[in-house]
């Protein structure tokens, strides 16, 4: 006997017949892979934006930044997208590797002592004497809008969000993302993730009030920097909830990223998976955007 | 005054006026991510072609391998995709985490003692047993022609290829891909990238004899097999030239690929850029393939 199967003409009758009564299943979690990002970090968006938004005048006298991290090297490429000078001020102890990235994207290196104070001192100093532009990681308006961009590629490429999570450090990323994401579905649920050890602004939000300063004690290296002020505000604003995590959660996840979608990430990025894993219940059947923010690691020094 | 800027259309005509004179710069690397195939290595191709290619008097009496690696864990998930079942031979100390993958996909697992004759008998009697089909990992001209299916997706992919790079163990996929590359393009340049204390290969088609028996040295745990009798009669048919690496190279090579492609790729895989890296001259101007053959890393023992 010939065996009994549908044709694809009988599936897509089918497919009409089933839908007043069968839910549209959704793919729930959606990783936006930033670590694929140039400069291997979502932080070329916002010096990419910033670079372009200056004016010629302006542009001709170059930029500066007091960040050896990501966002140095990103503003030293975008600074070379538009053939202008990057300064990058770099604290005594930085990572050699960080160093030598930011050079050979063609930026000027300035050395400082390792404290905020001789940082923000050297930039101000570079500033006065080149008449460069001052682009903050994460405090600057063009910064964090350049971050928010990613809102509506990831929106696009979902197909639909009903929950939104990105790491929070300075908070460059999560303000920018919740101005976004709210612009464009005002009803999103936006989370951000962070590390217990330097969990500042889940305790400048539940006390209303910005934490100062605090000494972060965490393996996210790219989270260990205190929200900025505007990012504070902006957070409040939107509502957006923070999510600690353990390091060992993060670990755990970072692990996880690595086997299963065979990505190069980096431990800060992991912190988006640890929250889920952590509150199941508040993500199950929610279509969930993942910012997985850089993929820059020291491959001599992984955490586990 | 306003500064002359050309327009788009300016841009056409330039690209059609300097045509017959300029040079089509290529893309010179083409990286094929197997490591992001289904069970993260090549493998998939091979077993899937081999279990879709069974009459259903055959399938349902199921399949059977030896190989407790990328193979056992691909045939599983091949199985898995016809709903029959798949046995796998393990022998004592394999890796715990690649048996459990292997049982989530599915498989059922039998234990035999850590020898290849030992392995060969248990393969025998469970097909004596249960009349399973035995899938050989490379010497089955099945999984070879599996192998070889992603030759014409690359060929697509980069627009064309003077030369194509592929590790070199038991040889599925460096016959797979000779046989299939020199039908689609008869000029196509073919390596094989084999670690030196491995070189069974290389000392084979030197010698116009295969190699019958070695004991590895390398870190490449993917390519300590020895290479197979039809994949040796292949590759010499088709003048695949060997390049032997140290795992010196591999392993810097491997650092590489993680940290500028952001992909996680096993440490066999990286042989194909140490390959490269070696021979620049060999390579200098020439659009190559260089197939990336898996991403099944144990985090825990990383070769650094």
Redesign the interface.
């Known amino acids: 006997m010939t065996l009994a199967v549908p044709s694809f003409d009988d599936i897509c009758d089918a497919a009409a017949r089933i839908a007043p009564y069968a839910h549209v299943t959704p793919v729930m979690l959606h990783f936006k892979c930033e670590?694929?990002q140039r400069g291997?970090a979502f932080k070329f968006r916002g010096a990419c934006n910033a670079v372009w938004s200056l004016d010629d005048e302006q542009a001709k006298r170059g930029v500066v930044t007091h960040s050896s991290g990501n966002h140095g090297n990103a503003l030293a490429l975008a600074a070379a997208t538009r053939g202008i000078t990057a300064h990058v001020i770099v604290p005594e102890g930085a990572v050699r590797a960080k160093l030598e990235a930011i050079e050979r994207a063609g930026a000027v290196l300035h050395r400082c002592a390792a404290t905020q104070a001789a940082r923000e001192a050297k930039a101000a100093e570079v500033q006065q004497a080149t008449g460069a532009e001052l682009v903050h990681p994460y405090t600057d308006p063009r910064v964090m809008a350049g971050q928010g961009s990613l809102v509506r590629e990831l929106l696009n490429q979902s197909g639909g969000l009903d929950a939104l999570i990105t790491p929070v450090g300075g908070g460059g990323l999560a303000s920018g993302c919740a101005i976004a994401a709210h612009a464009w579905l005002p009803q999103l649920a936006l989370y951000a993730a962070e590390p217990e050890g330097a969990d500042d602004a889940a305790r400048s939000l539940a006390q209303g009030a910005r934490v100062g300063s605090f000494v972060p004690d965490t393996v996210c290296d790219g989270l260990r920097t205190l929200l900025g002020e505007p990012n504070f505000e902006v957070l409040r604003a939107h509502r957006v909830e923070v999510i600690t995590v353990s390091d060992a959660q993060t670990i755990a996840a970072m692990?996880l990223l690595?086997?299963e979608?065979?990505?190069?990430?980096e431990v800060s990025s992991a912190t988006v998976l640890a929250a889920v894993l952590q509150r199941p219940q508040l993500f199950a059947g929610k279509r969930v955007g993942l910012v997985l923010s850089g993929?820059n690691?020291d491959?001599?020094a992984?955490p586990?």
Chains 1, 2 share one sequence.
């Open positions: 670590n694929l291997g692990k690595w086997r979608l065979k990505q190069v990430i993929g690691v491959l001599d992984l586990w």
